[in-house]
């Protein structure tokens, strides 16, 4: 794109600061039913299924966590058969023997540092093998306390195209919303970017007609 437009684009538009709120309100009209895609009944299963995640998808997981979780409830399940019967439990995710490891490394962390429990800081949860910013900013987050903005593919790819940052390096991206979207929404705000991001801004075919952000957003092509 030629930066004279993107300039010009940016200027129709307005700073992202004032545009912040209706593209929050309008995604939330939008999406209503917009909330995170893995099933789970407990923190220990949130834990794992986020865990587990990596590198594949959703429905993936959750077809892998429906018999997983009836043969493991509580994070000494985990260390009580030997690991290669839990890399065979999570063979489907992809990168079984990592995620096994890490698992198991993560369960017995829980159990000697915070009594079989979930922490829920941040700071406590990166520390926890295997558990990167993502996958404790998702963690935090449905556990209702977020303590930043979880950036995945659709959030940078929908936040660049909205203007809403100019990086490409993902903690660079959750600064800039940080900056920006209310406290309140910073659970939340994935969600939606995800939810419109599979919806209407589709990574190769964007459907700009047919979205809400059609006015508030430098990227639209009508
Ligand atoms: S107007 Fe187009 S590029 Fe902008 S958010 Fe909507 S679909 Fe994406």
């Known amino acids: 794109m030629a930066r004279s437009f993107v300039r010009e684009a940016r200027k129709r538009v307005g700073p992202k600061r004032e545009r ?4 929050v309100e ?7 039913d917009a909330r995170i895609a893995l099933r789970f009944r407990s923190d220990v299963e949130l834990l794992v299924s986020v865990m587990l995640s990596a590198q594949t998808t959703d429905v993936n997981v959750n077809r892998v966590t429906s018999t997983l979780f009836e043969k493991y409830h509580r994070p000494e399940d985990y260390l009580a058969v030997p690991q290669e019967e839990l890399e065979r439990d999570i063979y489907a995710t992809g990168f079984f023997r990592q995620k096994a490891k890490a698992i198991r490394g993560t369960m017995a962390m829980l159990i000697a540092e ?11 949860l990166v520390r926890l093998p295997g558990v990167a910013r993502k996958t404790a900013n998702v963690v935090a987050a449905e556990l209702g306390e977020p303590q930043g903005i979880v950036v995945d593919t659709h959030v940078r790819r929908l936040s660049q195209r909205l203007g809403l940052t100019r990086q490409d390096d ?3 991206i959750e600064r800039d919303l940080q900056r920006i979207v209310p406290r309140a929404d910073w659970g939340l705000f994935p969600h939606l970017l995800i939810w419109h991001g599979r919806r209407v801004c589709i ?3 964007p459907q700009c007609p047919d979205c809400v952000l059609l006015d508030l957003c430098p990227s639209a092509r009508v």
């Open 170 to 172: 993902p903690v660079k």
């Open 26 to 32: 309008r995604l939330k009209a939008e999406h209503a």
């Open 114 to 124: 915070y009594d079989g429990r979930v922490p829920r800081r941040l700071e406590e």
């Open 20 to 23: 912040i709120l209706p593209i």
């Open 203 to 205: 990574a190769r075919a």
